[in-house]
């Protein structure tokens, strides 16, 4: 016997083995072709942005969902030669409020010159000493050849000299 029990705003189902064993009798709706909440991609039918498609990444929604919403809607609606164009001060705002909140928006930037930071840092710790001070005329003589005099080449069959 199964019963439920309803807290604020949630209702908690309690059922028993043999209520979860018996097959469900719950009826399937059809999809409604006109839903602007269903999977249709960024563009409704209608022409309008449809701001929960899953390929916004959740864009349109937290602390810069409004400057976001914003500069795509300029974008998507610029008359511009040059598209977007016009919407500069938007995207601007989004900017500015991204960088307000690093935690949720990360800059690629700031990853970038980390992973550099640390490459650079192992580099150091492997380069060669510093041989900027000496002077021209004490530069190391280059290392001999291993090639000998009466040894010949394989590709042209001449004898080195």
């Avoid at 709706?29 to 409704?44: F, K, M, N, R, S």
């Avoid at 919403?69 to 511009?80: L, N, Q, V």
Wanted: glycine share 6%; proline share 9%.
């Amino acid at each position: 016997m199964s019963f439920d029990v309803t807290d604020g705003k949630d209702r908690i189902i309690f059922v028993t083995k043999e209520d979860q064993e018996a097959p469900s009798n719950a009826e399937l709706v059809a999809d409604d072709p006109d839903d602007p909440y269903e999977e249709q991609g960024l563009i409704l039918p209608s022409g309008d942005m449809n701001w929960n498609c899953p390929c916004l990444g959740g864009m349109a929604s937290g602390p810069c969902g409004s400057q976001f919403k914003e500069a795509c809607s300029c974008f998507h609606y610029s008359k511009e030669e040059v598209k977007g164009s016009d919407c500069l001060e938007n995207v601007r705002n989004l900017q500015e409020c991204m960088q307000k909140n690093p935690e949720l928006y990360p800059q690629e930037e700031d990853e970038d010159v980390a992973t550099q930071q640390e490459s650079d840092s192992a580099l150091t710790s492997a380069a060669p000493p510093d041989t900027s001070a000496l002077s021209p005329e004490s530069e190391p003589s280059p290392a001999p050849s291993a090639v000998t005099p009466d040894s010949s080449s394989a590709t042209d069959g001449q004898t080195a000299s």
